[in-house]
């Protein structure tokens, strides 16, 4: 008896949340990571649960929809870094549903979808930022599910999506734009398209009002922003890596798709403005920070899938397009999972460690700061919700002002070490991250 449609059924059946388990197994691992970009967001949750705006920087919000997540979670008694942290791996799987149905609409091909899944669930990114607390998980998993609502043909359901998202980044407008053009371009520039472009920036306006009028009458900037991440930026030649190989990948889908007879190849869909978002994201990345390429990498990742498997389907055949595309995952995997213990884990390390120090300090600290003393932080989002008090930036390349600075450093020119945390298990040998804290001489 051939077992192989029972074996093909189950994989199809309990594939999808055998990945999800795998990723969420792992990911977790790592929940006791939090970096910066975490503790702005709890900040920003702190002051608008508080009724005021009088504490934030710049008076900004920096992921709106992001921070009302975390204001409901204070409303409910949640812890707020649990409620966001937990957050941000539930929207990590939310994600990796998003780029399955994606890749199924792509390719027509579930086993395939399977596999791009897989490789999306172990990118080394994704593992640090599903734990992480930062609202980097909520943007991938909108944007995500505003592309696969756009390449299905429910355009309105994409637009609402990408309003969504942009309550969390403004660079998510480019779906909108994109899909404006799409729908402008396919129609020749009629008016019944230019009816349907302004049905669809009606959508997306009733969506991000609120949040304009709310900021207009708080004095806050309308503008959100996604905060920047730097620790991927220490696996940036893998990056570059994935990024080469997806595009080479689509390129020869491309190459293959006019000789191809029929099943699952781009048809007069959308697909564009998929091209166009993961150009976007990237560019994106290189003037706006690294936590674009984040976002960025699901859509080069199913760009060289689904150009993979429609080169293969007209090239090789049905028999050997699994084994082929297994393969390329399997490598594609390895290639992650060297990028993430080699430079994505150390750096997560590393911030722990810090992070412990710093709260040492910010421990230490309590009680001995008049209402007068002015503190710089090298981490100050995270120094000023423990504080609860104003706390600015400062790095090597900024002049100090401040009566005491929390810093990672041995000395400072003009000021004094008072306290320097012991280690712990944590961090076993010297300081607890090398934080210490100065104080004017």
């Keep these: ?29 790592g929940i006791s990571y939090t970096p910066p970009d975490a503790y702005a967001s709890l900040l920003d949750a702190k002051e608008l649960a508080s009724g005021s705006a009088a504490g934030l920087p710049d008076q900004s919000i920096s992921a709106p929809l992001w921070t009302l997540f975390i ?20 929207f990590s799987c939310f994600a990796l549903l ?55 043909g429910d355009l309105a359901l994409g637009v609402l999506m990408s309003g969504l998202a942009t309550l969390i980044t403004w660079q998510a407008v480019g779906v909108l734009g994109f899909v404006a053009a799409a729908v402008w371009w396919r129609s020749g520039g009629t ?37 920047h991440s730097t620790e991927m930026i220490r696996a940036l030649p893998v990056f ?25 190849l781009p048809g007069p869909g959308y697909r564009i403005v998929l091209w166009a978002w993961a150009g976007w994201m990237i560019v994106s990345g290189l003037l706006w920070g690294g936590s674009f390429w984040i976002v960025a990498a699901p859509a080069c990742v199913l760009l060289g899938y689904e150009g ?3 080169f293969l389907a007209v090239r090789v055949g049905d028999q050997r397009i699994y ?36 709260l040492m300090a910010v421990s230490w600290l309590k009680g001995r700061l008049s209402d007068s003393t002015r503190v710089q932080a090298e981490d100050p989002y995270r120094v000023s919700y423990f504080l609860d008090r104003p706390v600015a930036a400062w790095s090597p390349d900024d002049t100090l002002s401040a009566d005491v600075v929390v810093a990672a450093r041995d000395t400072l020119s003009g000021y004094v070490e008072v306290h320097r945390p012991v280690a712990s298990a944590v961090s076993p040998a010297g300081s607890a991250g090398g934080v210490a804290v100065f104080h004017r001489r």
């Design 98 to 152: 998003a780029v399955f149905l994606l890749a199924v609409e792509l390719t027509s091909d579930r086993i395939l979808a399977l596999l791009v899944t897989l490789a999306a669930a172990l990118n080394p990114w994704l593992l640090q930022t599903g734990p992480s607390g930062t609202p980097v998980a909520i943007e991938i998993a909108l944007t995500l599910a505003a592309l696969f609502f756009v390449e299905r």
């Design 240 to 264: 570059l890596l994935l990024g080469v190989a997806a595009a080479g990948g689509a390129l020869l889908g491309i190459r293959a798709v006019p000789d191809a007879p029929g099943r699952g």
């Design 191 to 227: 008016t019944h398209s230019l009816q349907k472009v302004f049905g669809l920036l009606s959508i997306y306006t009733a969506v991000i009002v609120p949040w304009c009028v709310f900021a207009a009458i708080h004095g806050l900037t309308i503008i959100p922003s996604l905060p």
């Design 323 to 358: 084994l082929v595309v297994t393969a390329v995952t399997a490598g594609i995997i390895l290639v992650q999972q060297l990028a993430f213990v080699s430079a994505i884990k150390p750096a997560m390390e590393e911030a722990i460690r810090r992070e412990e120090g710093t």
């Design 308 to 310: 993979l498997f429609h």
């Design 71 to 90: 204001v409901l979670g204070r409303a409910l008694s949640l812890d707020p870094l649990m409620t966001a942290k937990i957050l941000s791996l539930v």
């Design 1 to 29: 008896m051939d077992r192989r449609p029972q074996l093909l059924s189950l994989i199809l059946r309990y594939g999808l949340p055998l990945v999800v388990a795998i990723f969420y197994i792992t990911a977790a691992q």
